[in-house]
């Protein structure tokens, strides 16, 4: 998932030659939740049986998408294209599946995680709307 969400972030361009206040403070918020995502994943690979542990890091995971979101929203001078709409398709089909893990750990926490496995499913699904906007 680290290595996922680098790519996504190294991906989009900006033309500015200097940031703001806000974007650094939100890009540092980024960084603090993605050191901690060794913790998350230590507690939920120890006691992924457990709700709890389900919800700290699917939680953790949906925080780091959003604030993903928020700083692509004050990147300033972004450049468009197709790079930007993987990245804001991958953040938010991680919001998605950790919203849906969260939901399924109340009744099933020992599979919940399981819906996690859906983000291995995005490449296929980007190439298959890919597709259908290319038919039309």
Do not use: K
Request: aromatic share 12%; with cysteine.
């Amino acid at each position: 998932m680290l290595g996922l969400r680098w790519l996504a972030n190294i991906e989009v361009r900006s033309r500015a030659e200097y940031v703001d206040r806000e974007y650094v403070n939100w890009w540092l918020l980024y960084q603090m939740l993605i050191t901690c995502v060794p913790f998350t994943t230590i507690v939920v690979g120890n006691f992924g049986h457990f709700a709890p542990a389900i919800w700290l890091y699917a939680g953790h995971t949906l925080l780091i998408a959003a604030v993903g979101f928020r700083l692509v929203a004050i990147t300033p001078h972004l450049e468009r294209g197709e790079h930007l709409d993987r990245r804001q398709f991958s953040a938010l089909l991680l919001i998605v599946t950790s919203a849906l893990a969260i939901v399924l750990s109340f009744a099933y926490p020992r599979e919940a995680l399981w819906a996690l496995a859906l983000n291995l499913a995005a490449p296929i699904v980007r190439r298959w709307t890919r597709r259908a906007a290319l038919a039309d």
